[in-house]
């Protein structure tokens, strides 16, 4: 469905809450492991304030680097849970979003957004405790032209994310999980904590006996 220069498409689901749930007791580190190493965003998109963590499901946005109509009109297109994963093509000249964006994702119920490109305001993005991980900060606001499409596949940090697909970021990152691979995902996973809480009984022990 066209929006002015903006392509919309809402022809797509959105995992289930329970799911997402689940996503949210684990690290990205665990989850990368889970996943054999795949489907991470590289490591140059971070987080704007430390403890920044979000998982929800993709919301995807291009826009022209330096230009943030599209991310505008994505407004109108998010659920509570969503992320918004914004290819701004990694431009470091124009941020695309500032704290009032990052206030408006939290009001419509987003659980965050993520971007390959720059953000500005990130101390009032802290204290708003949004969370945001994006390429990195400028003060230089953006262009308002378009054009851009919202719900379509995109592709951040090397990871094509298509709409619907989990999203989860932390500190160490961002990773991307497509819904067909949930299930397969939290299994492994859940093994990996355990070997880790294992390790960890087995570390303490040495401490112990070291006493």
Same mark, same amino acid.
């Given at each position: 469905?066209?929006?002015?220069?903006?392509? #919309?498409?809402?022809?797509? $689901?959105?995992?289930?809450?329970? +799911?997402?749930?689940?996503?949210?007791?684990?690290?990205?580190?665990?989850?990368? /492991?889970?996943?054999?190493?795949?489907?991470? =965003?590289?490591?140059?998109?971070?987080?704007?304030?430390?403890?920044?963590?979000?998982?929800?499901?993709?919301?995807?946005?291009?826009? #022209?680097?330096?230009?943030?109509?599209? *991310?505008?009109?994505?407004?109108?297109?998010?659920? !509570?849970? /969503?992320?918004?994963?914004?290819?701004?093509?990694?431009?470091?000249?124009?941020? +695309?979003?500032?704290?009032? %964006?990052?206030?408006? @994702?939290? =009001?419509?119920?987003?659980?965050?957004?993520?971007?390959?490109?720059?953000?500005?305001?990130?101390?009032?993005?802290?204290?708003?405790?949004? !969370?945001? @991980?994006?390429?990195? %900060?400028?003060?230089?606001?953006? @262009?308002?032209?378009? !054009?851009?499409?919202?719900? $379509?596949?995109?592709?951040?940090?090397? +990871? *094509? *994310?298509?709409?619907?697909?989990?999203?989860?970021?932390?500190?160490?990152?961002?990773?991307?999980?497509?819904?067909?691979?949930?299930? &397969?995902? %939290? &299994?492994?996973?859940?093994?990996? +904590?355990?070997?880790?809480?294992?390790?960890?009984?087995? *570390? &303490?022990?040495?401490?112990?006996?070291?006493?």
């Amino acid at each position: 469905m066209p929006q002015d220069n903006v392509r #919309v498409n809402t022809a797509w $689901e959105r995992v289930d809450e329970q +799911v997402l749930k689940q996503f949210r007791d684990h690290s990205v580190a665990n989850l990368g /492991d889970a996943l054999d190493r795949l489907n991470i =965003v590289d490591g140059g998109i971070a987080p704007v304030w430390s403890g920044a963590r979000a998982v929800g499901t993709a919301l995807p946005v291009l826009t #022209v680097a330096g230009d943030n109509k599209a *991310v505008i009109a994505a407004l109108d297109h998010i659920r !509570p849970g /969503d992320i918004l994963v914004i290819n701004a093509f990694g431009y470091d000249g124009r941020a +695309v979003i500032g704290d009032n %964006l990052a206030q408006r @994702f939290a =009001v419509h119920g987003a659980a965050g957004a993520v971007v390959d490109g720059f953000v500005r305001d990130a101390a009032i993005i802290e204290e708003l405790r949004v !969370p945001v @991980f994006a390429r990195g %900060l400028t003060p230089a606001g953006p @262009f308002k032209n378009g !054009p851009g499409t919202i719900g $379509e596949a995109v592709a951040i940090g090397g +990871v *094509v *994310v298509n709409p619907g697909d989990i999203v989860a970021a932390d500190g160490d990152g961002v990773i991307v999980v497509p819904p067909h691979r949930a299930e &397969e995902a %939290l &299994e492994a996973v859940a093994e990996i +904590v355990a070997r880790e809480a294992a390790l960890d009984a087995e *570390v &303490e022990a040495l401490r112990s006996a070291a006493r």
